[in-house]
């Protein structure tokens, strides 16, 4: 039978022990902390170039003059798997198309954009387009000049 001084004494040399070694992981974590931001850094800009990747293969799928396959032997090669990108295309939410659209100009008219789009073979109503990018407005900035309407990446 344990006695009651032995039990006390158990949990005053496990509370300290349990003391020491939170100090020793806490200062651990203090010297990994920078490291570990680093490396969310680099996840979080790895993770938007693939999405950017995608999203320009969508677009770039019904184009006969781009070579889609360079593009899939370099991703493979670095370990990153797409789908085919008819399927991209199929499940990209349309103002994803926009951004990436709009990213490549300073700012883009409106009409434009619609012309781009029947170019890039992706059927999208002026409205749908307006609606896409109403929507984000987070993503998207609006300029009226008289009758026309702009659409630019706020920054």
Same mark, same amino acid.
């Given at each position: 039978?344990?006695?009651?001084?032995?039990?006390?004494?158990?949990?005053?040399?496990?509370?300290?022990?349990?003391?020491?070694?939170?100090?020793?992981?806490?200062?651990?974590?203090?010297?990994?902390?920078?490291?570990?931001?680093?490396?969310?850094?680099?996840?979080?800009?790895?993770?938007?170039? #693939?999405?950017? #990747?995608?999203?320009?293969?969508?677009?770039?799928?019904?184009?006969?003059?781009?070579?889609?396959?360079?593009?899939?032997?370099?991703?493979?090669?670095?370990?990153?798997?797409?789908?085919?990108?008819?399927?991209?295309?199929?499940?990209?939410?349309?103002?994803?198309?926009? $951004?990436?659209?709009?990213?490549?100009?300073?700012?883009? $008219?409106?009409?434009?954009?619609?012309?781009?789009?029947?170019?890039?073979?992706?059927?999208?109503?002026?409205?749908?387009?307006?609606?896409?990018?109403?929507?984000?407005?987070?993503?998207?900035?609006?300029?009226?000049?008289?009758?026309?309407?702009?659409?630019?990446?706020?920054?």
């Amino acid at each position: 039978m344990a006695r009651f001084p032995d039990i006390v004494d158990g949990l005053g040399k496990q509370v300290m022990a349990d003391a020491e070694e939170i100090r020793k992981t806490g200062a651990e974590l203090g010297k990994l902390r920078a490291a570990y931001q680093r490396y969310r850094d680099l996840t979080a800009h790895l993770d938007s170039r #693939v999405e950017r #990747v995608r999203v320009g293969m969508g677009l770039l799928a019904e184009q006969e003059n781009w070579n889609i396959g360079e593009a899939f032997t370099l991703l493979d090669g670095l370990g990153i798997e797409l789908e085919a990108p008819s399927e991209i295309r199929g499940e990209m939410p349309l103002w994803k198309l926009v $951004r990436e659209i709009v990213r490549q100009t300073e700012e883009l $008219r409106i009409v434009e954009l619609e012309s781009v789009m029947n170019g890039l073979k992706i059927k999208a109503s002026r409205q749908a387009l307006e609606s896409a990018i109403d929507a984000h407005k987070r993503t998207f900035k609006i300029r009226r000049s008289g009758r026309e309407k702009f659409v630019a990446l706020k920054h």
